[in-house]
């Protein structure tokens, strides 16, 4: 219980954070595409019309929240997961953690192909080939 307990603070206060976040990067939650970032940063470059720029703020406004909130549930789920193993819980217990962690993972990884999908659909065809090529794709 106090190795949870222990655990449990390190990761609330940060301590960890940077090894948490670089053993993430290559991940399944890491982004597979940055095309919203690109857009953005570049509206002018793709020539985005009143309506295309309103989407764009639209989206910038609403969709970050949404994936943040399903990367702090991630990571409070993989935290307890964390604790379990540390802890010896049963291994049935630790199969429970880890398959709500694939279920948010896989959550996490959709959100951005349907983020795609939606600039795929917003954009002409030429400015989302921009779009990729800024993004260096």
Known sequence: MIKTTTLILAIATGFGAHQ???????GLSAPIMRLTKTIA????????NTDQR????????????????????????????????????????????????GVLETRL???????????RATLTEDQFAKALELAGY
């Open 109 to 119: 990884v959709m959100m951005r192909s349907d983020c795609v999908d939606h600039w």
């Open 20 to 26: 948490a976040q670089a053993s993430d990067m290559g």
């Open 41 to 48: 940063q570049n509206a002018d470059a793709l020539d985005l």
């Open 54 to 101: 309103a989407d764009l703020k639209a989206w910038l406004d609403a969709k970050p929240a949404q994936r943040m909130a399903i990367e702090a549930e991630a990571r409070g789920t993989r935290a307890r997961l964390r604790a379990a193993i540390i802890d010896g819980a049963p291994r049935t217990d630790r199969q429970v953690l880890a398959q709500e962690l």
